[in-house]
């Protein structure tokens, strides 16, 4: 079993609603992701948290914004979202960098935009 | 682009028999690799991993074998059961924090 909790697991909402995903590990790991998976794809990274510090963005677009709280949990803000960002929306964290560092996934939150 | 690949997207295997999933790599200066599980609905899970000083590393029914000189990767799974069924992804520490990952094996079990 994952020690990566993600909330919701499904999540359907319109295009003019604001809505939450929700991460939590107790590993304590000090590097927390967020990556994006439409299916039959590979996970595509959109955020990494190092040390509560937002240190790498994908060039996400704003509608998508996260948050680090602390060190054990990680959001995603979702606004203004299209149709085309319905996908699998992974989180997961690590020690330390991923050179010798295993990244952990969580099992998801499913997001459909209508 | 992504510095690994696949050498096939989908693999058929009666159950009972050994799995082998390929997957080759680019960057000669690559030192470590991982092996991911993906059933259906579910997210990545870690299966084992290797460092470029081993040429091989056994997990429980798992394998991983690495050939430096031709930059391949395996992963063998022996005795294949239903519950192998998943999508099977190699990946690499890119740089920093980014993976680089391969673009998916599915394996499907016959009974």
């Known amino acids: 079993d994952t020690e990566v909790t993600q909330t919701p697991k499904h999540l359907v909402m319109g295009m003019t609603n604001k809505k939450s995903l929700k991460c939590e590990q107790h590993?304590?790991?000090?590097?927390m992701y967020w990556y994006k998976q439409k299916a039959k794809k590979p996970p595509e990274l959109m955020f990494v948290?190092?040390?509560?510090?937002?240190?790498i963005n994908e060039s996400v677009p704003s509608r998508f914004s996260p948050e680090c709280p602390n060190s054990s949990l990680l959001n995603l803000h979702l606004h203004a979202l299209q149709p085309e960002d319905s996908a699998l929306y992974l989180c997961a964290s690590s020690q330390g960098p991923s050179s010798g560092n295993t990244i952990y996934f969580g099992e998801g939150s499913w997001l459909t935009v209508v | 682009g992504e510095s690994v690949g696949l050498h096939l997207p989908t693999l058929s295997v009666q159950e009972g028999d050994n799995s082998i999933i390929n997957c080759a790599y680019s960057?000669?200066?690559?030192?470590?690799f991982i092996w991911y599980k993906q059933e259906s609905g579910k997210g990545p899970q870690f299966i084992i991993d290797i460092r470029s000083n081993m040429d091989k590393r056994q997990g429980q029914r798992v394998t991983v074998l690495l050939n430096k000189t031709v930059k391949h990767l395996s992963l063998q799974i022996a005795a294949t059961q239903p519950g192998d069924s998943a999508v099977y992804f190699c990946a690499e520490p890119a740089n920093d924090y980014k993976l680089s990952f391969g673009a998916g094996t599915t394996v499907t079990v016959r009974a």
């Open positions: 948290y190092s040390y509560e510090k937002l240190s």
């Open positions: 960057n000669s200066a690559s030192d470590y």
């Open positions: 590993m304590g790991h000090r590097a």
